[in-house]
Protein backbone atom coordinates (compact mmCIF):
# COMPACT_ATOMS: atom_id res chain seq x y z
CA UNK A 1 0.00 0.00 0.00
CA UNK A 2 2.38 2.15 0.91
CA UNK A 3 5.09 1.80 -2.02
CA UNK A 4 7.15 4.70 -3.13
CA UNK A 5 6.14 6.70 0.40
CA UNK A 6 8.71 7.88 2.17
CA UNK A 7 8.04 7.45 5.76
CA UNK A 8 11.15 8.60 7.62
CA UNK A 9 10.63 11.13 9.33
CA UNK A 10 6.86 11.37 8.75
CA UNK A 11 3.73 10.73 10.94
CA UNK A 12 1.38 8.35 10.00
CA UNK A 13 -2.37 7.31 11.16
CA UNK A 14 -3.50 3.83 10.58
CA UNK A 15 -7.47 4.25 10.24
CA UNK A 16 -8.73 0.96 11.80
CA UNK A 17 -5.84 -0.17 13.56
CA UNK A 18 -7.29 -2.55 15.11
CA UNK A 19 -4.80 -4.57 17.83
CA UNK A 20 -1.68 -2.44 15.95
CA UNK A 21 0.50 -4.89 14.37
CA UNK A 22 0.66 -2.64 10.95
CA UNK A 23 1.56 0.22 13.32
CA UNK A 24 3.95 -1.97 14.73
CA UNK A 25 5.39 -2.74 11.27
CA UNK A 26 5.82 0.31 10.14
CA UNK A 27 7.52 1.54 13.13
CA UNK A 28 9.67 -1.08 13.20
CA UNK A 29 10.73 -0.56 9.44
CA UNK A 30 10.77 2.73 9.03
CA UNK A 31 12.01 6.34 11.32
CA UNK A 32 7.91 6.66 11.21
CA UNK A 33 5.51 7.99 14.02
CA UNK A 34 2.97 5.63 14.15
CA UNK A 35 -0.61 6.64 15.79
CA UNK A 36 -3.98 3.81 15.39
CA UNK A 37 -7.16 4.62 15.51
CA UNK A 38 -10.46 2.36 15.97
CA UNK A 39 -14.11 2.61 17.30
CA UNK A 40 -13.51 -0.85 19.68
CA UNK A 41 -12.55 0.66 23.31
CA UNK A 42 -10.84 -3.09 23.59
CA UNK A 43 -8.95 -3.19 20.38
CA UNK A 44 -7.58 -0.12 21.74
CA UNK A 45 -7.24 -1.31 25.37
CA UNK A 46 -5.01 -4.57 23.97
CA UNK A 47 -3.31 -2.30 21.78
CA UNK A 48 -1.73 0.09 23.99
CA UNK A 49 -0.90 -3.11 26.25
CA UNK A 50 0.60 -4.83 22.86
CA UNK A 51 3.19 -1.89 22.20
CA UNK A 52 7.29 -3.78 22.42
CA UNK A 53 9.27 -1.89 24.38
CA UNK A 54 11.71 -1.07 22.06
CA UNK A 55 8.59 1.14 19.89
CA UNK A 56 7.44 3.13 23.07
CA UNK A 57 7.22 6.64 22.12
CA UNK A 58 7.38 6.09 18.85
CA UNK A 59 3.59 4.18 18.72
CA UNK A 60 0.03 4.88 20.06
CA UNK A 61 -3.36 4.79 19.94
CA UNK A 62 -6.33 6.92 20.49
CA UNK A 63 -9.74 5.54 20.50
CA UNK A 64 -12.27 6.92 17.42
CA UNK A 65 -16.04 8.05 18.63
CA UNK A 66 -17.51 10.40 16.12
CA UNK A 67 -16.16 9.89 12.08
CA UNK A 68 -17.49 13.27 11.75
CA UNK A 69 -14.69 14.63 14.03
CA UNK A 70 -11.23 12.77 14.41
CA UNK A 71 -9.26 13.53 17.81
CA UNK A 72 -6.53 15.72 15.77
CA UNK A 73 -5.17 19.07 14.62
CA UNK A 74 -5.63 20.67 11.61
CA UNK A 75 -2.30 19.15 9.44
CA UNK A 76 -1.16 17.03 12.05
CA UNK A 77 -0.48 13.94 10.06
CA UNK A 78 1.60 13.12 6.44
CA UNK A 79 0.13 9.97 5.59
CA UNK A 80 -3.28 8.36 6.24
CA UNK A 81 -4.04 4.51 5.69
CA UNK A 82 -6.92 2.41 6.02
CA UNK A 83 -6.84 -1.39 4.79
CA UNK A 84 -10.27 -2.86 4.95
CA UNK A 85 -11.83 -1.11 7.14
CA UNK A 86 -14.23 1.66 5.31
CA UNK A 87 -16.19 -1.05 3.75
CA UNK A 88 -18.13 -0.94 7.34
CA UNK A 89 -18.47 2.72 7.15
CA UNK A 90 -22.24 4.06 5.33
CA UNK A 91 -21.14 7.75 5.44
CA UNK A 92 -18.11 8.10 3.60
CA UNK A 93 -18.19 11.93 2.81
CA UNK A 94 -17.99 13.50 6.57
CA UNK A 95 -15.11 11.12 7.11
CA UNK A 96 -13.19 12.14 4.03
CA UNK A 97 -13.28 15.89 4.65
CA UNK A 98 -11.77 14.54 8.09
CA UNK A 99 -9.13 12.62 6.49
CA UNK A 100 -8.37 16.14 4.49
CA UNK A 101 -8.32 18.42 6.91
CA UNK A 102 -5.85 16.31 9.06
CA UNK A 103 -3.48 15.91 6.54
CA UNK A 104 -0.96 18.16 5.97
CA UNK A 105 -0.48 19.99 2.69
CA UNK A 106 1.05 17.37 0.16
CA UNK A 107 -0.03 14.67 2.78
CA UNK A 108 -1.13 11.15 0.90
CA UNK A 109 -4.21 9.34 1.78
CA UNK A 110 -3.29 5.24 0.86
CA UNK A 111 -7.18 3.23 1.34
CA UNK A 112 -7.12 -0.56 0.50
CA UNK A 113 -10.95 -1.44 0.33
CA UNK A 114 -13.48 -3.63 -0.72
CA UNK A 115 -15.85 -2.06 -3.56
CA UNK A 116 -18.92 -3.53 -5.48
CA UNK A 117 -19.22 -3.62 -9.22
CA UNK A 118 -23.04 -1.79 -8.09
CA UNK A 119 -24.09 0.76 -6.11
CA UNK A 120 -25.76 -0.25 -3.19
CA UNK A 121 -25.47 -3.78 -4.14
CA UNK A 122 -23.43 -7.28 -3.39
CA UNK A 123 -23.73 -10.13 -5.13
CA UNK A 124 -24.18 -13.31 -4.05
CA UNK A 125 -20.55 -14.58 -2.78
CA UNK A 126 -20.46 -11.86 -0.38
CA UNK A 127 -23.45 -11.91 0.66
CA UNK A 128 -23.48 -15.38 1.69
CA UNK A 129 -19.94 -14.20 3.46
CA UNK A 130 -21.99 -11.53 5.45
CA UNK A 131 -24.76 -13.18 6.62
CA UNK A 132 -22.56 -15.98 7.60
CA UNK A 133 -19.93 -13.44 9.82
CA UNK A 134 -22.78 -11.10 10.36
CA UNK A 135 -21.01 -8.05 9.10
CA UNK A 136 -22.48 -4.88 8.60
CA UNK A 137 -20.87 -3.49 4.92
CA UNK A 138 -21.97 -0.84 2.63
CA UNK A 139 -21.13 -1.39 -0.99
CA UNK A 140 -19.52 1.40 -3.34
CA UNK A 141 -18.41 1.27 -6.53
CA UNK A 142 -15.03 2.71 -7.74
CA UNK A 143 -16.71 5.83 -9.25
CA UNK A 144 -18.54 6.82 -6.55
CA UNK A 145 -15.44 6.46 -3.98
CA UNK A 146 -13.31 8.42 -6.69
CA UNK A 147 -16.14 11.28 -6.69
CA UNK A 148 -16.32 11.09 -2.68
CA UNK A 149 -12.53 12.03 -2.44
CA UNK A 150 -12.99 14.27 -5.14
CA UNK A 151 -15.79 16.20 -3.47
CA UNK A 152 -13.13 16.21 0.02
CA UNK A 153 -10.71 17.95 -2.34
CA UNK A 154 -8.45 15.14 -2.90
CA UNK A 155 -6.47 15.48 -5.91
CA UNK A 156 -4.40 12.91 -8.49
CA UNK A 157 -6.13 10.06 -7.18
CA UNK A 158 -5.09 6.81 -8.48
CA UNK A 159 -6.34 3.13 -7.91
CA UNK A 160 -5.10 -0.19 -8.42
CA UNK A 161 -6.75 -3.33 -8.75
CA UNK A 162 -5.51 -6.13 -5.58
CA UNK A 163 -8.82 -8.34 -6.74
CA UNK A 164 -6.48 -11.55 -7.89
CA UNK A 165 -3.58 -10.91 -4.71
CA UNK A 166 -6.39 -11.06 -2.57
CA UNK A 167 -8.34 -14.25 -3.97
CA UNK A 168 -5.31 -15.75 -3.71
CA UNK A 169 -4.50 -14.77 -0.37
CA UNK A 170 -7.70 -16.28 1.19
CA UNK A 171 -7.31 -19.42 -0.94
CA UNK A 172 -4.66 -19.97 0.85
CA UNK A 173 -6.38 -19.68 4.38
CA UNK A 174 -9.00 -21.54 3.11
CA UNK A 175 -6.35 -24.59 2.15
CA UNK A 176 -4.71 -24.19 5.75
CA UNK A 177 -7.91 -24.71 7.27
CA UNK A 178 -8.64 -27.46 5.32
CA UNK A 179 -5.30 -29.35 5.32
CA UNK A 180 -2.45 -27.24 7.27
CA UNK A 181 -1.75 -27.59 11.19
CA UNK A 182 -3.66 -24.48 12.59
CA UNK A 183 -6.82 -25.33 10.73
CA UNK A 184 -6.54 -28.33 13.41
CA UNK A 185 -5.89 -26.03 15.94
CA UNK A 186 -8.77 -23.82 15.20
CA UNK A 187 -11.22 -26.99 14.85
CA UNK A 188 -10.28 -27.99 18.29
CA UNK A 189 -10.76 -24.19 20.08
CA UNK A 190 -13.77 -23.38 18.08
CA UNK A 191 -15.78 -26.45 17.16
CA UNK A 192 -16.79 -27.69 13.43
CA UNK A 193 -19.76 -25.50 12.78
CA UNK A 194 -17.26 -22.41 13.38
CA UNK A 195 -14.62 -24.50 11.35
CA UNK A 196 -17.19 -25.15 8.13
CA UNK A 197 -18.10 -21.40 8.39
CA UNK A 198 -14.88 -20.23 8.09
CA UNK A 199 -14.02 -22.58 4.98
CA UNK A 200 -17.63 -21.31 3.40
CA UNK A 201 -16.78 -17.68 4.38
CA UNK A 202 -12.83 -17.00 2.79
CA UNK A 203 -13.84 -19.47 -0.05
CA UNK A 204 -17.05 -17.22 -1.12
CA UNK A 205 -15.00 -14.47 -0.14
CA UNK A 206 -12.08 -15.57 -2.98
CA UNK A 207 -14.43 -17.08 -5.54
CA UNK A 208 -16.40 -13.10 -5.06
CA UNK A 209 -12.50 -11.80 -6.08
CA UNK A 210 -11.90 -14.23 -8.88
CA UNK A 211 -15.03 -13.88 -10.61
CA UNK A 212 -15.02 -9.79 -10.38
CA UNK A 213 -18.63 -10.16 -8.37
CA UNK A 214 -16.43 -8.17 -5.70
CA UNK A 215 -12.97 -6.30 -6.22
CA UNK A 216 -10.46 -4.98 -3.63
CA UNK A 217 -9.32 -1.89 -4.60
CA UNK A 218 -6.18 0.04 -3.70
CA UNK A 219 -6.93 4.10 -3.71
CA UNK A 220 -4.75 7.05 -3.51
CA UNK A 221 -5.18 11.08 -3.22
CA UNK A 222 -3.24 13.91 -2.27
CA UNK A 223 -4.25 16.84 -0.62
Not at 68 to 87: M, N, Q, R
Not at 108 to 126: F, P, Y
Not at 183 to 204: C, D, N, R, T, V
Request: proline share 2%; glycine share 10%; aromatic share 8%.
Amino acid sequence: MLEGIALDGKRALDFGCGLGGTCHYLAQNNAVDMTGIDINPWLIDRAKLEIPPNLKGQVGFTLNTDNTKLPFSDETFDVILSKGVLCHVEDKKPLFAEFYRILKQGGCLVINDWLSRAQGEWGENVQKMVELEGLSIFAETLKRYRELLAQAQFHQIEWIDRSLQYAAYNEAIVENLQKGDSGKEFLKQFGSKLHIEAIEGYGAIAKAMRTGEGLVIQIRGLK
